[in-house]
């Protein structure tokens, strides 16, 4: 298969944009996002501008402006390809947003009703799970995302189960959650958004201060800051982590 330039192009800004967010350089990501989407949108590479967008709402969301969303249009790529929906599921429960993972479920749990397939029983389980946490349901949640994380290698099942453990104040579970997700640095970008990696470091450091556990959260403060040495400086968790390093 020939890659034309523009598919070299498109690839180019998206690998960018991923640098810039797994540095915690989120200005500089901001204005990066845009030309992302617009490359892949060029390329006609839809699974390219269906991430792109994706991390825009993320930014959006972290930006303290309007409040992200996301339209029919930009998650139309969950609608028709069934793979792409633990990427919107993951990232809405970033975002808080239920409203367009509900969407998609509902169309796919229509569309695939009685499928025997594993596969469409546990995603469709895993993306239900993500609307209980967002809808505050986060019991439900456990309920349903725990078997899912049950010996699994997949990132996206530890972190979201993870932020439901938070949610309730299992603070231990969640720092078990959270060490399955950081056990494997090199697959950081299968959670689709590689900052939430890096933050799920602070969430870890942040859950040991409270334990009680000032060298464990003092372990990960410092692997925190180090992954994000180069990031803006007013990152509301650099702030944060620094201050507490600093604290007697």
């Known amino acids: 298969m020939t890659v034309e330039p523009g598919d070299r192009r498109a690839n180019a800004r998206s690998l960018w944009l991923d640098l810039l967010l797994s540095t915690g350089r989120l200005r500089e990501a901001g204005m990066a996002v845009a030309d992302t989407v617009r490359a892949t949108t060029e390329a006609r590479s839809i699974q390219g501008r269906f991430h792109g967008a994706l991390k825009h709402a993320w930014l959006q969301g972290r930006s303290g402006g309007n409040r992200p969303r996301l339209s029919r249009e930009e998650i139309a790529p969950a609608d028709r390809i069934f793979y792409q929906i633990p ?5 809405a429960v970033s975002l808080g947003l239920a409203e367009p993972l509900a969407t998609i479920v509902q169309e796919h749990e229509i569309d695939l009703k009685g ?9 469709l389980q895993f993306a239900r799970g993500c609307l209980l946490l967002i809808r505050g349901d986060a019991a439900g949640a456990i309920g349903l995302l725990e078997p899912l994380a049950r010996n699994s290698i997949l990132l996206r099942h530890h972190h979201v189960l993870g932020r439901a453990y938070e949610a309730l104040g299992r603070r231990q579970e969640a720092a078990a959650q959270y060490e399955e997700v950081l056990k494997y640095p090199h697959r950081k970008g299968y959670l689709v958004n590689p900052a939430e990696w890096v933050l799920d470091q602070f969430r870890l450091a942040r859950i040991y201060d409270d334990l009680g556990d000032p060298a464990r959260a003092r372990t990960w403060y410092e692997r925190f800051l180090s992954d994000w040495k180069d990031a803006d400086p007013d990152v509301p968790e650099i ?7 600093l604290a007697p």
């Not at 499928?115 to 995603?123: A, D, I, L, M, Q």
């Open 115 to 123: 499928s025997p397939s594993r596969y469409v029983k546990e995603e």
């Open 239 to 245: 702030v944060q982590a620094r201050a507490r390093l």
């Open 87 to 91: 990427a919107l599921a993951t990232v």
